[in-house]
């Protein structure tokens, strides 16, 4: 078989609930920019870093699950904002940790100085790191971060 060379990888990028009103509602809090702008974002971040993205936003839980199930033999890496389903969903984290694929969690506001509701995650503890706070930079900054830890593993893999 082909052995996989740098510009292999692929990125599962999974928005949450919600998400898909981004750019209409709350800008002081999600800022201006809609959800496909963060994807051509994203998508342009990609190609520099040599790295193909692909797209999936639901306002479901068990689509969400489905998506992440579905990356195992399509992806490498997930990064993924789930919304409102971060502070409350054991299935999503099941998902990620039973597809064992490395993780980035985003979030465009800082949970942390947010109601306490939104300080815990089920998620964080199943990724590889989380980013909030920084708007859409919070995206561009996980998927950089990703692409370093796949990238990185490979070059251990490999030596
Ligand atoms: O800061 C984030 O990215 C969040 O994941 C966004 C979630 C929130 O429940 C998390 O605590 C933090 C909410 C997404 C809702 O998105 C909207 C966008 C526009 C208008 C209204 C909601």
């Known amino acids: 078989m082909r052995g996989l060379t740098l510009s292999d990888l692929s990125i ?4 949450g609930p919600n998400l898909n009103l981004l750019g209409s509602r709350e800008p002081e ?5 809609t959800l496909a702008k963060i994807n051509i974002l994203l998508e342009a971040e990609g190609a520099k870093l040599q790295t193909n993205v692909s797209f999936m ?13 579905e990356a195992l033999d399509k992806h490498q890496g997930i990064l993924i904002n789930a919304g409102a389903y971060t502070h409350t969903s054991l299935a999503l984290r099941d998902a990620i940790a039973a597809v064992d694929l490395p993780a980035v ?3 465009l506001s800082n949970i942390y100085r947010r109601e306490d509701f939104r ?6 503890s199943v990724v590889i790191g989380q980013i909030s706070g920084f708007g859409a930079q919070s995206y561009l900054l996980g998927l950089q971060a990703l ?5 990185k593993e490979r070059k251990e893999i490999e030596s």
Do not use: M
Request: proline share 0%.
């Open 12 to 15: 599962l990028v999974l928005h």
């Open 119 to 124: 300080h815990h995650s089920y998620i964080s």
């Open 147 to 151: 692409v370093h830890h796949l990238r």
């Open 57 to 69: 936003q639901s306002n479901h839980e068990g689509i969400l699950v489905d998506g992440i199930h």
């Open 105 to 107: 969690e985003v979030h």
């Open 29 to 33: 809090i999600y800022g201006s920019l």
